[in-house]
């Protein structure tokens, strides 16, 4: 069977020699200590062309490589690809956000089933976002509004709303890879803002079980009213600070700080325990790219969509366009109100 276009691959990384020796050899990176909090600073230069992380050419792997246009139950083509897990046994579990669909392949890339789909019904999706592996090869299948476990066969299991039950606004749950019995739980947005922090945006995370499924609320649990929860903290961040994805590496939480090339780390407790901050001057911003930037800007308002950096992959994501008054107006905000440590 003739595979003309794979879309999903399984790729290697690899770094050139020159490169690793350039970064390790340099001696310009800072640790020091601030009331218990590990501050680690990076002074070295950005990679030059011909240094940084390469992608092998010939992948390990590569599946849905459906011919083109065609309709190949075995070699189903893709969509948008939205998460990639693996099972115990080896088999890929992958996410398409554009049927909202789950599908899995054996350890060797061949298509094995499918589950889930556009719907609002049992095991239906509504909006798909990504797809988690939990032990036991229970998989999550998750939308906006809910998590929906199905089993490894793709029998669908039950279904955990994640909408807060006052605004029915979805909320940001994170799971910690492979366990999916513990969960933290953020509303993002906390309306309550204590005197003096106005400037600030506060966060309020929860971590909880899955036991709240079926007889209490998420909005609940924000609040932390009867329900079991092991810790509830709040981070408070400058509302002018682009921040990135969060992470969860195992109890720890991670924020990026992308206009400042900053990384936090949080324990599961909300104390900070260190601060990763990268000073290297990115690339300077060139005419072209800003026109590609103003006209895609044009675009978006015509369409009704509001265009993010993230549309474009090769700028510096810490050094976004603002407009001499707004990077004026962002200057005097942060000296009245510095970010926590």
């Known amino acids: ?9 399984v790729l290697l990384l690899t770094c050139p020699s020159t490169a690793c020796e350039s970064q390790a050899g340099d001696a310009d990176f800072v640790e020091t ?9 990076s002074f070295q230069p950005q990679w030059d062309d011909g240094h940084g992380w390469t992608v092998a050419l010939e992948p390990e792997l590569a599946i849905g490589a459906g011919p083109e246009g065609g309709d190949d139950p075995d070699n189903p083509p893709w969509g948008r690809v939205r998460g990639l897990n693996v099972l115990s046994n080896g088999s890929l579990v ?9 599908m899995v392949f054996d350890s060797t890339g061949q298509f094995t089933h499918r589950f889930g789909g556009k719907g609002e ?15 036991g090869d229970t998989i999550i299948a998750a939308d906006v509004y809910a998590y929906n476990y199905f089993d490894s066969e793709g029998r669908f299991l039950r279904r955990l709303a994640t909408v807060d ?11 910690r890879s492979g366990d999916c019995r513990r969960f933290l739980v953020t509303d993002r947005y906390r309306t309550a ?18 036991s709240f499924a079926g007889r209490d609320t998420v909005e609940r649990m924000i609040e932390g009213h009867e329900l079991r929860y092991a810790e509830i903290f709040t981070r408070a961040v400058p509302w002018t600070t682009r921040v990135l994805p969060i992470r969860l590496a195992g109890d720890d939480l991670l924020f990026g700080y ?19 901050r990268w000073h290297a001057t990115p690339a300077p911003i060139t005419t072209e790219e800003r026109q590609e930037w103003n006209s895609q800007q044009v675009v978006g308002s015509e369409s009704g969509r509001r265009i993010q950096l993230d549309d474009f992959p090769w700028l510096p994501e810490h050094k976004p366009f603002l407009r001499p008054a707004a990077r004026r107006r962002r200057r005097e905000h942060l000296g009245s109100h510095p970010s926590p440590a």
């Open 258 to 276: 992308s206009q400042r090339a900053e990384l936090r780390i949080v324990a599961s407790d909300g104390a900070l325990k260190r601060i990763l």
């Open 193 to 210: 803002v204590p005197e003096g922090s106005q400037g600030l945006t506060y966060w309020d995370f929860a971590w909880t079980d899955e």
């Open 94 to 102: 992958v996410g398409d956000a554009s049927t909202s669909e789950v």
């Open 165 to 175: 039950g006052r605004t029915q606004m979805p909320l940001s749950v994170f799971l």
């Open 1 to 9: 069977m003739a595979r003309l276009k794979p879309v999903a691959t």
């Open 121 to 135: 019904g049992p095991g239906e999706l509504e909006d798909f976002s990504t797809v988690f592996a939990c032990d």
């Open 33 to 41: 200590d601030s009331a218990g909090v590990a501050i680690l600073e």
